[in-house]
Every structure is written in structure tokens, then in C-alpha cells.
């Protein structure tokens, strides 16, 4: 028996309107990409890539597996929430085919089939039943866990939760009262009709005793599809915009899209991507700091709703500690400065004195960069490194130096950093030269990211080092220190050079393992991202990484990075060094016991 | 044991111990040091008429045979009690003092320099510290490392002042003053040495100061730049290339010199971060003891009977300390009054 209710029409105007929000939505996305993205994402089509995009949205979209990584509890609950609502309405159309034998059926029978059911009798009803009931169940637990979230965040591994505007919380709201309102309306039917299964026929039975059903069973039903109509219509203007969003970014990640320096469409869909779970404000060492408002989930939610951004913007370290909490892989440090760069007036600077630095040809090319040249040990250890090797290399910014472009780039001056690079690019390729080497991670991933050099090899000064171990040119000795080494956020975040710094300070010393390292590893406080941050803001953020380290209580701080090793070195609990002055002292050793060993060979032949 | 003390023999807790020794009232003076006098030994003459220092210190020659004082010299303290009344104070050694009130008179200590890497101190020989040149001042000889008379000689200021890259965004106000006295005694000891100065702003803050500026110009030729150091560098005879900027007319600037004096700024001491981390007690944000307000309790802590006196609140000049430990022997005298009623 099928009566012929009304009750599905918010349900259907809810529906209606997201799906035709999101399809303009996508094309207009589409539209706006580039010319060579449009081309990469049609031929990604054809590639395997397809299926590794798939995965990734089964694992991260529906499972949620990266926060699984994070804390069980609250990767059960993301997942509960998603994984379980996805397979309600997998397995609630299954159960319709099965039941009409027939594809042919309005598309929201499955979502109200308990009425329009009353007595399925097909062939595996019972076992569709009590799945449905089951999955209903695991969605309810993941409600119960969300709202537990909100009263004690601690037991799921969080220390802070994220702020929620008003209309964020009528969204939730509505979301939250989906599932109930679903348990409440199957439940009055199963009262009727005993067409539940454990939970619904169960509770069913307790309502035919105790409220009268007839009353409110209409109602009941009214409500549940008000709760998903609405909650439909509120998706694309609230924080769970980020679930159709995300599959679409899934996708065009795998096309092989990257972020580029300017706002475009993709950062756009990165940003409706932020679920706003709030994973990135425990990895933001200014929290600690006491600056609650820059974080990424913050910065992203002021963009879409067009307030100012310019504290946020600029009043972060851009240390991509973010980035790799992010479950969502989000490209926060990229979304940051493409929109710095927006944000930026054009200096009037004047990069006139480029044009004084002189051309030499050469093999290896060493620039030191600006940060190195305020800290000259560490270019006098290159120096001494290169003599004991017998390279012949180009002090390229010696004298006359130009900056890498590196930090303009941070601070949104497109134009001015571009003059930068042209001018080096010029120098460089009219050298001849074959490699390139950087003492400064800033400049090293200026070079790698925003430069052209066809056929010259980039190396940071740690991964030539270690080559040079490697290929017996460089002794190995124990010098006999502890040590802890830093990661420099540039380096390790940045560009994922992680093993060779560790394999180069092995080869000198006792390096001691940290909780905190490679990619969780903590900012020095003075990256140079931080331009709008108050001065003490940075050196509580410098005080309290060193306090961390302080507890392990090295003999020596190994960092890869002139600029942290400053920030460091200000805070005298432990002496702190660049990985090039290590080095450096380990020849200077082997050097003096060389030179001991052959003279105490003259005197035992004399 | 006797009730008041006060910790730090510089200065600042001389001339408390001084006037409350001359109100009758008992003091214990607990110095970390073997010496009395601290900082202030450091210099051969004060800003800005060239006062001996030894002429100030003189003030204090016959204090520690006073009857009322305790002297202890060696003395580090480690902690207070404030279980006990009055607080004790627990030294390094475990002896206990009774301290009501407490005087804290912990003083400064100047930037390290060597932080400062691209400046090259610790690096070429040729940069030392104003600290090191008041020293060749008083002993009326000023030779470079290499036993040679520097013909020409540059100042560097606000080293470790007013740079947030080395975490200290304060002005330490005297080393301008300082920079210009120093260059006016190098000159006179060398008459026919080349004098620069580099500044960023020249702060004249004293009634005198101004004169003595514009006599450093016109009487002994001394000049200057405005501008920051960017870095240094050494050539192969030693000599120092300094780059600098003149922002006066916009242009990067190098120069040759034979000896770089840095003037460093004043910092809270290590131990007054330490002391002030251990037991409680309020740091500004700049690290000095941070006072219960900035106009009329300017020697009073956060906490019932402990006062501050001298530059563990910030920098100051010599007069400027010894009236403001004056201020704490007073607030000391009246909280003792307080009491008793």
C-alpha cells in the first residue's frame, strides 16, 4: 500500500537546488582554470591516475583516514558521519531495486522507504533491514561523539576546537538532527507496521505503549525531510560545502593542477575544501604564543566570508606546520601568499645596483644568500669545505649581492622578486655553470620553486655534503658531541629534504632523536613569513621551541639554516651551529690528526 | 641575621644600603661578585661633562665598615621563600637570609655582541665592544689587535638596541650619548684618527647632550652617518670593510677602517631572567623586573615587600640610578613604617 504524501517535497527543493548549485558551481570552476590546467584535467581522463584519485577520495572523503592518524576516536567520528551516511543511501536504493525488482523509481523512495513500505516481504528484506538499522546506528554514535566533541575536545586528542559563526551552527544543527529525526520517523512506522529491524521495531514497541503515534506519525516524517531540505539548501553556504568540494579538489590534485602565485579557481576550491575541523590550530606554535586568530581554519573562513584578512594574512610564520596537519592536504602556505601577492601595492623601489655584479665561468657556483652573509661562519666553513675538496668555485654574491627573492616573494611583492630573479637567472646561466649550492633553505627553495636554470643542478649545502661523504671525499669522524637537529621549516616542509642533513651530522656525531622532527618539527619564531607578528610574539614562539630541545640536553643545536640558527643562538640555553660549521670542524679534526699520525710515524722512524 | 635586603652590589645597591644605613635601619648587602661597584667599574668617565667613575664609587668607600651592614660578597642567591615571614632568601651555598623587605638591585648586563654575527665580533679582531674601548680609555692607550695606532675608527650604534632581529626592540638611550663621549676622549687621546659614527637617530635626551653633539662635530671633526651596519668583512692586511647604507642620500656605502667599536646596548642580566623565572616574579616584555607602575611605583614590585631599584627595570643612566634607588631605600622606609602602625 503506498499513500500519496506530500511530505517529500523539502527533500526535493532541497536536493534540486544543491545539485543545481554544485553543477553551475563546477563549470564556472572549470572555466576559470588555465588554459594548461583545462588540458592536464581532460587528459588526466585517460590516465591511470583516475584510480589513485578514486582511492584517495574513498580514503580521505568517505574514510577520513588521515584523521585516523590523528586521534581513533576522532577519526571514527568523521568517518561514522561520512562513510556511514554514504552507505544509508547506497544501501537504501539497493534495498528499493532489490524490493521493486526495477531501476525505474523516483530517486527519494529510498530515502522515505520505511513509509513507503509498510510490509516488505521480498527475499533478504529482514537482512536489508536490519543493515540499514545498523548503519543508522553507527551514524547516531558519530552525532553523540560530534556533540561530546563540543563539550570535551581532550579525549579526541584536541586541544582547541574551532569558533563557529551563527549560521555554521544552524547548519550543524540541521545535520545533527537529520539522523534522529530519522530513527524518530522509521520508529512511529515500525510501531504501525513492525517494519524495522532491532533498533526501530524495538523502540517502535515502546511508542505504541507509551505516546499516541497517530498524532505525530505524519509530522514525523514532515520533519525529517524538512531537517535534510534544509540542511541541503545551507550546504553550499556553510563550512559543509567542503564535502562536495573536496572530492572535486581530490580530483584535480591528481590531475597533476598546482597552486599557482595568483588567486585563481583552484584556490578557491581549496578553500571551500576546509571542512574547519580545526586539526591545524593545535599545530600552530603561535597559539601558544597567544595569538588565536591568524590560524589557517580562521584565515580561510575570513576569505569566504570577505572580512579583512590583512592580520591574518600577513601575521603568520608560513611555517606549513598547517599544511601537514591538514587531512584535506590543503596548500594553506600557497593559498597564503598567492594572496599576499594580491593584497600587495607594487614597491617603488629602485633594483638598480643589479646590474653592478660581474660574470665569471665557472663549474660550481656557491651563493650564500643574504641571511648567510650575516652569519660569516657559516661562509667560512663553505669556504673551507670547498678548499679541502679542491673545488674551484664562484662566490657568486660575494661582494656585490643580490637577493635570491625568496622573502619578496613571502611578502607579496611579485613584481620586485621577479626583477630578483631575472637578473640572478642571467648571471647564472651566462656562467656555464653546471651546479648551483645554497647555504639557506629561504634561497634554496626561491631557486628550485620560482627560477628556470635548464641543465644546472640546485643542491642545498646538506645534500652536497652528504654526496661528498658518500663518495669518500669528505672524512667521517666522531667529534663526540650530542646533538639535535633542527628541521628549518623551508627545508624540511618546504621542500622535503629531510635524510640528508640527518645522514651528514651522523657521520660527526651522536644525533639524538626528537618527538617533534621532520615534518611535525617546530619553527625557530623568526620565519620570514612573519611580517606583521610582534617582536615578542616571535620570541615566546623562539623560547618555547628551545625549551623543548633544552630537555633533551644536547652538547650542540644542529640546524640547516642561517636564519634559525640566529633565532636560536639568541637563547644561549644551548650552543647552536649550522651543519656546514660542523663539517667544517670535523676536517679541521681530521686535518690535525692526520697531521699527528705523521709525526709521530717521524718519530718512530727517527 | 639583620631583616632588609638588598641583592646586587652595584650602584643601585649601594646607595640604598647607603640611605637606609644613615636611617639606622640594619641591612644585608648579598653581591654575586667578589667586588663592589659592578657595572660602573667598567667605565673611566661619565657623560656628559667626563666625570671620573671613581669619583661616584668613592661615595660608597666607607660603607662596608659600617656596623650595620652585613656584607656578602660570593653570594649567589638562588630562590626566596615566601612561606616564611618575613621571606627568606636561599643562596647557592644554602645559607639563609631573612629579607623583609627585599631590595632587588640586580642591574643589567650589555648585549653580547657575538650574536650579532654579521657584525664580526669574536670574528676579526679588529671590532670590540665599547665596553673593551672605555678600558683602553682608562688606560690612556688605544691600539688595534696588532698593536697598531687605528687611523681611522668606527662607530657602530644601537648594537643589540632597537633590533627586533636580536629580539630587543627598546632603546637602551645612553649608548648615543656614549658613543659621542668615547669618540671625543679616542680623539683627544688621538688626534689625528679618522672618527665616523653610525647611527639610525641620534636620541639627545639630556638638558647637555646637544651641545656636546654639535662640539664633537665642530671641534674634533668626528662624523656621522646615518645608517645601519649591514655586515662586515676583513681584508688580508686585517683592515675591516664595513657596508652600510647613508640613508641621508639613499646610497649603499663601503668603508675601510681599522677598528669598529660596538656600541652595545643594556639587557636585562641573565640572572634577574633567571631569578625573576624560579620565583614568580614579573618580566616585562623586554625581559627587565616589570614595576607596579610606570609613574609613581616605579620601585615597587607586584609583591608585597620587594622593590627594585636601579636598571634591573630597564635602562638608566648613572644619575637616573641613583635616584631611583633613593625612590626604593624611600618606599622601603615607608612599607617598614607601614607595618609597624
Known amino acids: ?606 | 641575621m639583620k631583616k632588609i635586603a638588598v641583592i646586587g652590589g652595584g650602584i643601585a645597591g649601594l646607595e640604598v644600603s647607603r640611605l637606609l644605613l644613615q636611617e639606622g635601619l640594619p641591612v644585608t648587602l648579598i653581591e654575586k661578585g667578589s667586588r663592589l661597584g659592578g657595572n660602573l667599574r667598567n667605565y673611566a668617565h661619565l657623560f656628559p661633562d667626563f666625570t671620573p667613575s671613581d669619583e661616584i664609587l668613592g661615595n660608597y668607600r666607607f660603607l662596608p665598615s659600617n656596623s650595620d651592614l652585613q656584607l656578602l660578597m660570593n653570594t649567589q642567591i638562588e630562590s626566596i621563600d615566601f612561606s616564611t615571614q618575613p621571606y627568606t632568601l636561599h643562596s647557592k651555598d644554602g645559607i639563609a637570609i631573612p629579607a623583609d623587605p627585599l631590595i632587588i638591585a640586580t642591574g643589567y648586563q650589555v648585549f653580547d655582541a657575538k650574536l650579532k654575527e654579521e657584525f664580526g665580533y669574536g670574528i676579526y679582531d679588529g671590532v670590540i665592544t665599547s665596553v673593551e674601548l672605555e678600558k683602553m680609555i682608562k688606560q690612556h692607550h688605544i691600539v688595534t689587535p696588532y698593536g697598531k695606532i687605528p687611523r681611522r675608527i668606527a662607530f657602530i650604534h644601537c648594537v643589540g638596541s632597537r633590533d627586533a632581529k636580536v629580539g630587543n626592540s627598546y632603546c637602551s638611550r645612553l649608548c648615543c650619548i656614549t658613543a659621542i663621549k668615547q669618540a671625543i676622549e679616542t680623539k683627544k687621546l688621538l688626534p689625528e684618527t679618522e672618527i665616523f659614527c653610525f647611527y639610525i637617530d641620534l636620541r639627545m635626551y639630556g638638558l647637555t647632550f646637544e651641545e656636546l653633539y654639535l662640539n664633537a662635530q665642530k671641534e674634533y671633526n668626528i662624523q656621522f652617518v646615518r645608517g645601519r651596519l649591514s655586515e662586515t668583512s676583513e681584508m688580508i692586511d686585517k683592515r675591516l670593510i664595513i657596508k652600510a647604507e647613508d640613508t641621508l642620500i639613499g646610497r649603499p656605502l663601503q668603508m675601510k677602517a681599522d677598528m669598529l667599536v660596538l656600541m652595545v646596548g643594556m639587557e636585562a642580566s641573565d640572572f634577574s631572567k633567571q631569578f625573576a623565572y624560579h620565583n614568580g616574579l614579573e618580566i616585562g616584555d623586554h625581559g627587565f623586573f616589570q614595576p607596579l607602575n610606570q609613574f609613581n611605583a616605579r620601585s615597587k614590585s607586584q609583591k608585597e615587600g620587594i622593590f627594585f631599584a636601579g636598571t634591573s627595570i630597564g635602562p638608566m643612566s648613572v644619575a637616573e640610578t641613583i635616584e631611583h634607588a633613593r625612590a626604593a631605600a624611600l618606599s622601603a622606609i615607608s612599607y617598614l613604617k607601614d607595618k609597624e602602625y
Open chain 1, 1 to 606: 500500500m503506498i499513500r500519496e504524501p506530500n511530505f517529500q517535497y523539502p527533500f526535493l527543493i532541497g536536493t534540486i537546488f544543491l545539485f543545481a548549485y554544485l553543477i553551475v558551481r563546477i563549470i564556472l570552476w572549470y572555466i576559470e582554470l588555465s588554459k594548461y590546467d583545462k588540458l592536464r584535467f581532460i587528459h588526466f581522463w585517460k590516465t591511470k591516475s583516475v584510480w589513485a584519485a578514486l582511492k584517495d577520495a574513498i580514503a580521505d572523503g568517505l574514510l577520513h583516514s588521515s584523521i585516523f592518524k590523528k586521534n581513533l576516536l576522532l577519526g571514527y567520528m568523521h568517518m561514522s558521519l561520512a562513510f556511514g551516511w554514504f552507505l544509508l543511501i547506497v544501501i537504501g536504493h539497493l534495498e528499493v531495486m532489490v524490493d521493486r525488482r526495477s531501476l525505474n523509481f523516483p530517486f527519494y523512495y529510498a530515502v522515505f522507504y520505511r513509509y513507503y513500505q509498510p510490509h516488505p516481504d521480498f527475499a533478504g528484506a529482514r537482512v536489508f533491514g536490519a543493515l540499514m538499522d545498523l548503519l543508522l546506528l553507527i551514524i547516531l554514535s558519530g552525532v553523540a561523539l560530534a556533540i561530546l566533541k563540543r563539550i570535551k575536545k581532550q579525549i579526541f586528542g584536541m586541544k582547541r576546537t574551532t569558533k563557529l559563526k551563527p549560521f555554521d551552527k544552524i547548519a550543524l544543527t540541521s545535520l545533527w538532527l537529520i539522523f534522529p529525526l530519522r530513527l524518530l520517523a522509521e520508529s512511529l512506522s515500525a510501531a504501525y507496521y513492525h517494519n524495522g529491524s532491532f533498533m526501530s521495531n524495538t523502540l517502535g514497541a515502546w511508542f505504541i505503549q507509551n505516546v499516541r503515534v497517530s498524532a505525530i506519525y505524519d509530522l514525523s516524517w514532515w520533519l525529517y525531510s524538512c531537517s535534510i531540505g534544509f540542511f541541503f539548501i545551507a550546504l553550499p553556504f556553510s563550512r559543509y560545502m567542503h564535502i562536495p568540494t573536496e572530492i572535486v579538489f581530490i580530483f584535480l590534485r591528481h590531475a597533476g593542477i598546482m597552486p599557482k602565485k595568483y588567486w585563481n579557481s583552484y584556490a578557491q576550491i581549496q578553500m571551500y575544501s576546509c571542512s574547519r575541523c580545526g586539526i591545524c590550530l593545535d599545530a600552530c606554535q603561535l597559539y601558544e604564543a597567544g595569538v588565536s586568530n591568524v590560524q589557517s581554519v580562521y584565515f580561510l573562513q575570513y576569505i569566504r566570508n570577505n572580512e579583512n584578512v590583512d592580520k591574518s594574512l600577513f601575521g603568520c610564520l608560513i611555517c606549513g606546520r598547517c599544511q601537514e596537519a591538514c587531512p584535506v592536504h590543503i596548500n594553506l602556505n600557497d593559498l597564503r601568499t598567492a594572496l599576499r601577492i594580491k593584497a600587495s601595492k607594487p614597491l617603488t623601489f629602485s633594483y638598480g645596483y643589479t646590474q653592478m655584479a660581474l660574470q665569471q665561468k665557472t663549474d660550481i657556483i656557491y651563493f650564500a644568500g643574504c641571511m648567510t652573509h650575516l652569519t660569516p661562519p657559516i661562509k667560512f666553513s663553505m669556504a673551507r669545505i670547498f678548499n679541502f675538496l679542491g673545488e674551484k668555485v664562484w662566490y657568486m654574491d660575494e661582494d656585490k649581492s643580490i637577493c635570491c627573492g625568496g622573502p619578496l616573494m613571502l611578502a607579496g611583492q611579485y613584481d620586485s622578486a621577479s626583477q630578483l630573479i631575472q637578473k640572478n637567472t642571467e648571471l647564472i646561466m651566462a656562467s656555464g655553470a653546471k651546479t648551483l649550492i645554497l647555504s639557506c633553505p629561504i634561497c634554496y627553495k626561491a631557486f628550485r620553486e620560482d627560477y628556470v636554470l635548464p641543465g644546472i643542478s640546485i643542491k642545498f649545502h646538506a645534500v652536497y655534503l652528504n654526496d661528498m661523504i658518500r663518495q669518500g671525499r669528505l672524512p667521517k669522524i666522531n667529534l663526540g658531541f650530542k646533538t639535535i637537529y633542527h628541521d628549518p621549516c623551508a627545508l624540511g616542509r618546504g621542500s622535503k629534504i629531510y635524510d640528508e642533513p640527518r645522514y651528514v651530522i651522523d657521520s660527526y656525531s651522536q644525533r639524538m632523536r626528537l618527538k617533534k622532527e621532520k615534518a611535525e618539527a617546530l619553527c625557530c619564531g623568526a620565519g620570514l613569513g612573519g611580517i606583521n607578528l610582534p617582536i615578542e610574539t616571535k620570541n615566546k614562539v623562539t623560547f618555547e621551541a628551545m625549551t623543548y630541545f633544552a630537555r633533551f640536553k644536547p652538547n650542540v643545536l644542529i640546524t640547516a639554516c642561517p636564519l634559525c640558527k640566529k633565532t636560536f643562538a639568541r637563547d644561549r640555553r644551548i650552543p647552536v651551529i649550522d651543519i656546514a660549521e660542523l663539517t667544517a670542524r670535523a676536517i679541521d679534526e681530521y686535518v690535525n690528526e692526520q697531521k699527528k699520525s705523521v709525526r709521530e710515524a717521524r718519530l718512530i722512524e727517527s
